[in-house]
């Protein structure tokens, strides 16, 4: 749903690296803008992410979205990212773990900051399955077994709150839906937990007509199962950074077992898939600055890509970077080894030398 300049950038994004096009060329036949676009991700591209170091996938993070002036550049990447990893049988072996690798540790958790949910569980899930295949395969075994002794408590809750939501007279729609396996080994790992320990499996998404339908389907579940205690949060009155909106509880299913509920609107529902880029979708009609739009629309969300939640082990030192209008004090520089630099605005060759090292300077 993004706009037209976006597409033509998605359809051309390889044609100045591989094709020998020209800015020049780009600007004359398809506007400036788009070849702005087409530009950032060429500059991207040619990033390569070498050394597994934390600090090295922090640097990388930002110099992306320092160089993505306009976050259409980033949606265009993670779209390209997502297609390469669905691909990945194509490329060479030895290769395939660099990418999976790079993935989990930056595009994922942007994917996450930009509240586009659906690219990052993809994302993470390819990843997770390249990167350790043993324990994606055992865990997802252990889960086609588990949703079958399950399934029967995920059909009779399902049943059990149509009924009790329409006795209430709420339209809603009720959507079962299963944790990522990746998930479920994030959860095991950060918590010490067996696989039989983790319990919220499941959960339910209902998506409701008006925000006040979601105070109500609240009240409903919460007659209908006991609610866990210190489980409730209430994102629609306080949203998350990146925009997304929704009450989520945990109840304690007729069996024992530990049940989430996220409850949203149609809106909300789209911002939780798509992040930003549902504002694509949700713009007002027939208005004509999309380009000025995307902009600061671009520059807001960049600005608070603070939501960062357990996705990345470092994210003090990221939060200190996420200055305005993103590091506008900061040049970045490749080493000969791969190695990014970062230096102060106004930078010299001779600083560069003297970073690496007092011998080279």
Known sequence: KLDVQAVMAALMHDTME???VTKPQLIERFGAPTAELVDGLTKLDKLRFSTREESQAESFRKMLLAMARD????LVKL???LHNMRTLSAVAADKRGRIARETLDIYAPIAHRLGLNQIYRELQELSFAQVYPWRHGALAKALTKARGTRRDIVERVQKDVEKAFGAAKLKAQVFGREKTVYSIFRKMRDKHQPFASVNDLFGFRIVVPQISDCYVALGVLHQLFKPMPGRFKDYIAIPKANGYQSLHT???S???TAVEFQIRTEPMHAVAEAGIAAHWM???KGSNG????AQRLGATVLKSLIDIQDDTRDAAEFLEHVKIDLYPEAVYVFTPKSQILSLPRGATPV???YAIHSDVG
Do not use: E, M, S, W
Not at 71 to 74: A, D, P
């Open 18 to 20: 591989d094709c020998g």
């Open 351 to 353: 600083d560069f030398a």
């Open 282 to 284: 949700y713009k007002a």
């Open 71 to 74: 976050v259409r550049v980033i």
């Open 250 to 252: 945990t109840l304690v």
């Open 79 to 81: 779209a390209d990212r």
């Open 290 to 293: 999309h380009g000025a739009d």
């Open 254 to 256: 007729p069996l024992g």
